[in-house]
């Protein structure tokens, strides 16, 4: 028994690096995690080149307020008659890398110490989660805008604060994870061998957490973008003229019966990408399962097969 | 009552009295013990609010004036924010507030804090318990419904549906309702929901709609979601196969045998929603302008009005806390066997 988990656990440390990788790209070949893979990679595309092919200033104004497209303006004009799709152009951008920044700090904080937790135990395990029960007691939203209050909306704030919002649901996933590998006979031969913590997390247990930290990976990703575009929503991202598709939203919605594109451009490639990311850390979570059980076709099979029609069509409309 | 029972109640009196009430009673002393965890999460989460004006960059006089703050303003902020005070009086002068209801005065129009929180709490209570009401039930219902229809065109089409609606944040639900309902597509509802004053959320039913529609969409997925893989492994279970075999009639075995079976696991869930509700108000109140304790988060935070954030803050977190509680216990008084291992 031991023999056999010792073998499995080589061939899973040797295979460490192709794993964070192969997850993934499995996902990404069922079609569920290509249909999500392809609408979420599409918005990165307009919001990173986006910025490079605007047409015209996203702070320039240009025509009345609120004007109905034309040839010159394709998506009208806004609240102060700049051009709506070169802003929504350039609001992206930076949305989304305060996402991917909160998500890895979000990752690292809450990874680590779950895994922390789980593998010390004892003292280190009550207080960290201990200090998780504490910060759940807040709603996230809440905390943010309690520390956004104080400190004004900084961009590095936002990050670091949203981060923090999902580093506790992070760690209880992680030391849930952790507990039962920390057990295995091959973890405690290494412990043997005088290997220090560190480097037995690092190398030993990591390894077996591939599939809970991508699928963590894709739920923060998405959540960070529900957060950071209502925060920018609410009037807490970027000072006012700089574009953003949560801020574009609010600014806009009095014009909403003059040119309601100006609030639906922005509104759909925020509901693209939380669809598409979604959808693809749907699949992941297919896939890790599908591994678990010893096939990897069981993440393919029967229940998604009907569906695919309907996911993209009823949104891409909007 | 077996002979072990009576044997451990029997030895009951020889321990002090405080053990052997407790002992006789294992669910009051699992509600004695999760209010006592509640009760020090509530200190806790009091101290962080009270430190976080405290302890970040940039004292919270210079936060609520800023570049309008001269020397001889500053102070006089301090001194009404009571920032020239020790730590540990001001501490405690905002705690007994927090119980004596004297919660000091709003920054901005010097009107006491309870007297602008009281009726945003009565509109937003109003708010959390319709959307929270017809959402739950509406989850079970369907959730259920997509269970017994298991791989029939509804169940595949709702799964899909609701993949996409759990993506979705909030705000962009909101505004697609009122592009539909308010403003583009038809006119039958009003866009904004703003109250005149001394009026409260049920004087006008209609400016209620699409804030609860929106929570109500937002919430039914996690509900129905839950609510359908309960209820299929009810409708597999041994005591469901029996039914049938005994010919029971099938609404029958739905209604009696797994819809109770299924509600029980999915308790947690709701907990979850109502938890969820608690800070999804804020940006659902602030799309519909709802004169909410969210609505009033958001402009006391705009405003940087510090009096008012602290006590909304903490009345959100402490609503969190007490759900979260509530939950628990009815968790466990759901399922007899975790009640006996705790």
Known sequence: ?318 | MSIEEIGVRGKAPDRDVGLSWMSRHPMVALLLRRGGIGVVTLVIVSIIVFAATEVLPGNAAYAVLGHTATPVRLHAMEVQLHLNEGLLAQYWSWFSGLITGHLGNSLVNSQSVWSLVEPRLINSGVLVATSGVIGILAGVLLGAYAALRRDKWFDHISSVVLLAITSLPEFVVAITLIIVFATVVTHLLPAVSIYPPGTYAWNDPKLLVLPVVTLVIVIIPYIMRMMRGAMIEALESDYVQMARLEGIKSWKIVLIHALPNAIAPTIQVIGLTVLYLAGGIVIVEDVFNFPGVGQGLVSAVSNRDIPVIQFMVFILAALYVVVNIITDVIALLASPRRRLVR
């Open chain 1, 1 to 318: 028994m031991a023999t056999e988990k010792r073998t499995k656990s080589d061939r899973l440390a040797s295979a460490t690096q192709a794993q964070w990788i192969a997850l993934p790209v499995r996902a990404a070949r069922t079609r569920r995690g290509m249909i999500g893979l392809i609408i979420a990679g599409i918005v990165g595309l307009i919001a990173f080149i986006g910025p490079f092919v605007s047409p015209h200033s996203p702070l320039t104004f240009l025509a009345v307020p609120f004007a109905p497209a034309s040839s010159s303006l394709p998506l009208g004009s806004d609240i102060l008659g700049r051009d709506v799709l070169s802003r929504v152009l350039n609001g992206g951008w930076l949305l989304l890398l305060m996402a991917f920044g909160a998500t890895a700090f979000g990752i690292l904080l809450g990874g680590g110490s779950g895994m922390a937790a789980a593998y010390f135990r004892g003292r280190a395990d009550g207080i960290i989660m201990r200090t998780v029960d504490v910060m759940l007691a807040f709603p996230a939203l809440v905390f943010v805008l309690l520390l956004v209050s104080l400190v004004g909306p900084k961009i590095w704030l936002i990050m670091v604060a949203v981060g923090l919002v999902h580093a506790p649901a992070v760690a209880r996933v992680i030391r849930s994870a952790t507990l039962d590998i920390s057990e295995r006979d091959y973890v405690r031969a290494v412990e043997l061998q005088g290997v220090k913590p560190w480097k037995i997390m690092r190398q030993e247990i990591l390894p077996n957490l591939v599939s809970p930290l991508m699928v963590e990976i894709g739920l923060r990703l998405t959540y960070s973008i529900v957060i950071m575009a209502g925060l920018a929503f609410l009037g807490f991202g970027q000072a006012p003229p700089a574009p953003n598709w949560g801020y574009m939203i609010q600014e806009n919605r009095v014009g909403l019966s003059a040119n309601p594109l100006s609030v639906i451009a922005p509104a759909a490639l925020i509901a693209l990408f939380t669809i598409g990311m979604n959808t693809f850390t749907d699949a992941v979570a297919r896939v890790a399962i599908g591994l678990e059980r010893g096939s990897s076709k069981a993440a393919d099979s029967g229940s998604t097969s009907n569906l695919m029609p309907v996911t993209g069509a009823g949104e891409v409309s909007a």
